[in-house]
């Protein structure tokens, strides 16, 4: 995160995070970085397949808790991996070594409130 005071971009091309990576700058419409923490994968186009670039880090998908590639400490670079996407998906991991806050559900929130 970005202290108080201190400039920087939320949503950002995962070179910023990644500078040493020369597919980062390479793959640079391919996912955004939200944070230094989570990594989206968007689909601008109508196929039902694409070529998804993750950095060189641990990622696993946000929903499913599927490990989708792990750090390589011999390499600087990302890899490009061939994913089916739907219309409806959202292709959204968080990077290993993270802590992100995650409610359930509601059911604390209307607990609390009565």
Wanted: charged letters at 20%.
């Amino acid at each position: 995160m970005i202290s108080k005071g201190k400039s920087g971009s939320f949503f950002k091309p995962a070179f910023f995070e990644f500078p040493s990576d020369p597919l980062a700058y390479e793959n640079v419409d391919n996912g955004i970085m939200i944070g230094n923490a989570l990594y989206y994968i968007p689909n601008f186009s109508t196929e039902t397949s694409i070529d998804a670039y993750f950095p060189n880090a641990d990622w696993t998908t946000v929903n499913g808790n599927a490990i989708i590639k792990t750090f390589d400490p011999s390499k600087t670079e990302g890899t490009v991996e061939k994913m089916d996407y739907k219309i409806t998906d959202i292709k959204l991991y968080y990077r290993g070594g993270s802590i992100l806050p995650i409610q359930n559900s509601i059911y604390p929130y209307v607990r609390n409130t009565k």
